[in-house]
């Protein structure tokens, strides 16, 4: 193959100083900005320190105890720990923490109870269902790695939940028509309100199907003791990202119980992993003893924050969505922007001013013609101001410099030097047992 012009004139030590500067000017920018992805954190200096270790150079194939190399001495007393650390935080009789994020975790699960061909119950994605539990025709991992057939829970819009008689009935239905469903996924990314996993449980068991909970986006909330609490209201197993609303690093776990253990151990390693990111093992042992202490604290502030920006953007004159409901019960909340712009042009405009967010696909989107580029909505979350030590009258202050963009279409530069000026005193990682560094100082060990 031919180089191209840009390749033949690439200086590789010109290059790597631009890697460089990329990475410090990332790091001063988010420093300077209201981080309000939701299914974003930032991790304590700790977890920043344990993922630079030389565990993130090794492998520990199996495991801990029983590993295919030497050398893991210290590795598995770190995972051990981590897995106590897991267990105890989750009230889980069994975990793995080696799946390498929450994709490879949701991956186990397929691996270890389903088939390629057989059919799964999901969210439909303008609901808050996520790509991994999608269709072949979308891409989603679920039919296009592990070949599953992909049916959609029936969605209550009213109440902004799954409709627990409907579920039944299609299940039925699906069971008449020959398509037996294998596993059922509760869980999502835009993710309001706890979902009827009581209340559909034993249906689901007594109908063969295996009852999973993709707590992605809340598992420092379950943690917290804050949200439902999937295992104890029957679900058979629970998979985790470790860095959305817990306290990172990226990763994946899964939750289940001892019977299953094996069917997990296989579907984890070899199935979905050769190296499962030792640092990062360390990084969340760290964050699950951080979140041991402090995640109670925490999640309550971050749902009674997430409520309080949800108030405060109403009273700007926003459309939030479930607005009736109490806008959420989680760390998020979902804006209707139609009646200014788009998501996806108000995304970028945010961006301008340092504030930001993504766009949502929202019900209603995909009959008015929108798309994920141009969607109606734009998803809030408060995990990350919260760990920097904002409370409900900093959401007010977030709320109004929203809707100078949103609703008064101020000039972005502008507001974004209001910004700066309230960021500059949330520079510290709070609910953390030693926060010197500052949250987004770069480390430098070159
Ligand atoms: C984010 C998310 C995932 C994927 O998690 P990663 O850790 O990014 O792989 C899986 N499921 C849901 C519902 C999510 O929101």
Same mark, same amino acid.
């Given at each position: ?24 000017? #990332?790091?001063?920018? =988010? ?6 992805? !939701?299914?974003?954190? $930032? ?21 801990? %105890? ?28 069994? +975990? /793995? $923490?080696?799946?390498?994020? %929450? ?14 061909? /057989? ?14 539990? &999608? ?9 296009? +790695?592990?070949?599953?057939? $992909?049916?959609?829970?029936? =969605? /209550? ?6 409709? @627990? ?11 008449? *028509?020959?398509?037996? +469903?294998?596993?059922?996924?509760? &869980? ?25 909970? /993709?707590?992605?986006? @809340? ?34 776990? $899964? ?20 190296? #499962? #990111? ?8 760290? !964050?699950? !003893?951080?979140?041991?202490? =402090? ?30 409901? &109490? ?16 998501? %996806?042009?108000?995304?970028? *405009?945010?961006?301008? !001013?340092?504030?930001? +967010? ?18 109606? &909505? ?10 920097? %030590? ?6 007010? *202050? ?11 279409? *101020? ?36």
């Amino acid at each position: 193959m031919m180089e191209s012009e840009i390749e033949k004139e690439l200086d590789p030590k010109s290059a790597y100083d631009q890697v460089f500067s990329a990475l410090h000017e #990332h790091q001063n920018w =988010f420093s300077n900005s209201i981080p309000l992805i !939701a299914s974003e954190n $930032v991790p304590s200096p700790a977890v920043r320190e344990a993922i630079l270790s030389d565990f993130g150079n090794r492998y520990a194939e199996g495991w801990a %105890g029983e590993r295919v190399y030497a050398g893991c001495v210290y590795i598995d007393k770190v995972e051990i720990l981590c897995m106590q650390l897991a267990r105890k935080l989750f009230c889980a009789e069994f +975990v /793995d $923490v080696r799946p390498v994020s %929450g994709v490879c975790a949701n991956l186990t699960v397929y691996s270890a109870f389903t088939d390629p061909g /057989d059919t799964i119950l999901a969210l439909a994605i303008p609901y808050g269902g996520h790509i991994s539990s &999608g269709r072949k025709e979308f891409n989603g991992t679920a039919g296009l +790695v592990h070949g599953l057939e $992909v049916e959609y829970f029936s =969605f /209550d819009k009213d109440n902004w939940n799954i409709d @627990v008689d409907k579920t039944k009935e299609k299940v039925k239905k699906l069971k008449s *028509e020959g398509k037996k +469903v294998k596993l059922a996924m509760f &869980g999502g990314s835009l993710f309001l309100f706890p979902h009827p996993v009581k209340e559909l449980a034993d249906f689901l068991k007594s109908e063969g199907i295996f009852v999973c909970y /993709d707590s992605a986006h @809340v598992s420092g909330l379950i943690a917290g003791k804050q949200f439902q609490q999937p295992l104890a209201e029957g679900a058979e197993a629970v998979t985790l990202s470790t860095h959305k609303t817990l306290f990172g690093p990226q990763g994946g776990t $899964v939750l289940s119980w001892n019977k299953y253990a094996d069917k997990i151990k296989a579907g984890a390693f070899p199935g979905t992993a050769s190296n #499962h #990111h030792l640092h990062h093992v360390a990084g969340k042992a760290i !964050a699950f !003893a951080e979140f041991l202490q =402090f995640g109670q604290e925490y999640a309550k502030e971050v749902i009674s924050n997430a409520q309080a920006l949800g108030q405060a953007l109403n009273d700007e004159g926003v459309d939030i969505l479930a607005a009736d409901l &109490g806008y959420t019960k989680s760390h998020q909340i979902a804006i209707d922007v139609t009646k200014y712009n788009d998501g %996806g042009t108000l995304e970028k *405009e945010l961006e301008r !001013a340092n504030i930001i +967010v993504n766009r949502q696909l929202i019900p209603g989107d995909i009959k008015a013609g929108r798309h994920y580029m141009h969607p109606g &909505g734009l998803r809030i979350g408060t995990s990350e101001v919260t760990r920097l %030590g904002m409370k409900k009258d900093h959401m007010k *202050e977030i709320a109004s410099l929203m809707a100078r963009i949103i609703v008064k279409k *101020e000039d972005p530069g502008k507001v974004r030097l209001d910004v700066e000026h309230m960021r500059s005193s949330f520079q510290k990682v709070h609910y953390a047992f030693e926060t010197n560094t500052l949250a987004y100082k770069y480390v430098n060990v070159r």
